[in-house]
């Protein structure tokens, strides 16, 4: 079960439940046990930090102690280069407003092309707590913006699931979107289903040959793309 940010009709598996057939005191037992499973989740989540399996690269690093051996070069805090608003995500998803657009540093893929790689590549940018995290989503709301678009979170997923367990107790009731170089595993979409609003995945590489001038890159496989398939087919994809 997983709480609506907008506060309105929690989500509990494919059942709705909806205010109007509540009393009181059942609907407050209902909010409740959907944040007290949200923290449940974020905790699942970040146990996945000690023997790291959240993206396909599997380095099976624990990142709460180091970074040393991660590809992604990201230990237990995400590190943010930005955030703020961004005009370039289509129209279907900037609108007229703009997107409220939070930009991760670090990227467990490393591409030899990458037109951001000072940020992908070099780090730019500053540690944030969940709680950081949190603040900067309800900040980019309280300015208008149409959505909160996560850009390269690939290596963060269990810091925005924490992220996320405090905005839907704070108020967030803008939709996620979960904008992504598409090499994910399997483990942390399944912690994502019932958060993420939005899929926006690339789909960089599909055959070794496709990569074979930059060997460091690494190659979408077919379980996580049948994955995606099922998420963009469930939820949606931008236009």
């Not at 230990?75 to 930009?103: D, K, M």
């Not at 208008?144 to 690939?154: D, E, R």
């Not at 074979?212 to 963009?232: E, F, L, V, Y």
């Amino acid at each position: 079960m997983s709480l609506s940010r907008s506060g309105r009709t929690p989500r509990t598996g494919s059942r709705v439940v909806r205010a109007s057939s509540c009393t009181t005191a059942a609907w407050y037992w209902v909010c409740s046990t959907a944040i007290n499973f949200g923290a449940q989740r974020a905790a699942a989540a970040w146990r996945h930090l000690e023997d790291c399996d959240l993206c396909a690269r599997y380095c099976r690093v624990n990142r709460h102690e180091t970074f040393a051996g991660a590809v992604c070069g990201t230990g237990e805090r995400a590190v943010v280069a930005s955030y703020g608003p961004h005009q370039g995500e289509g129209n279907c998803l900037s609108g007229w407003a703009g997107s409220g657009t939070i930009f991760f540093s670090w990227c467990n893929l490393r591409c030899l092309f990458c037109q951001n790689w000072d940020i992908s590549q070099k780090g730019l940018g500053r540690e944030v707590e969940p709680a950081e995290l949190a603040a900067m989503m309800l900040a980019l709301q309280a300015q208008g913006y149409h959505n909160i678009t996560l850009v390269s979170p690939s290596h963060v997923v269990a810091q925005v699931v924490a992220a996320v367990e405090i905005v839907a107790r704070g108020g967030l009731r803008l939709p996620l979107v979960y904008n992504t170089g598409g090499y994910d595993s399997p483990e942390a979409l399944a912690r994502l289903d019932g958060i993420i609003d939005i899929y926006v995945p690339d789909m960089k590489y599909g055959t070794p040959r496709s990569h074979a001038n930059s060997p460091r890159c690494a190659t979408m496989s077919r379980p996580i793309a049948w994955r995606w398939g099922r998420c963009i087919a469930r939820w949606g994809t931008s236009c």
